[in-house]
Nanobody, 115 residues
């Protein structure tokens, strides 16, 4: 079965960095695009960054130049390097894969940016 497990969240001061990881299993990882999303209570889940099977990336305007998405197909893992973090980056971060028209999500990892 498809499983996505996020890790790497935590509390960080403004201007700091974190690297999130999403370990995938249960499907052919290398041929599928992956995405990172974030959500705060009462808000919708928004796309932060995505990477396709060829390594082409897409970013939300709010994170361009600060966040970098990457993937390691041998480790079946997608990463989100987050630099110059701001309080407004605080959210639960989720990774997602879409397979045959169905979305699969991880359990999420909390990122809190605060002094």
């Amino acid at each position: 079965q498809v499983q996505l497990v996020e890790s790497g969240g935590g509390l960080v001061q403004p201007g700091g960095s974190l690297r999130l990881s999403c370990a995938a299993s249960g499907y052919i990882f290398s041929i599928n695009a992956m995405g990172w999303y974030r959500q705060n209570p009462g808000n919708q889940r928004d796309l932060v960054a995505a990477i396709d099977s060829s390594g082409t990336t897409t970013y939300a305007d709010s994170v361009k130049g600060r966040f970098t998405i990457s993937r390691d197909n041998a480790k079946r893992t997608v990463y989100l390097q987050m630099n110059s973090l701001k309080p407004e980056d605080t959210a639960v971060y989720y990774c997602k894969v879409r397979l045959r028209g169905k979305d699969y999500w991880g359990q999420g990892t909390q990122v809190t940016v605060s002094s």
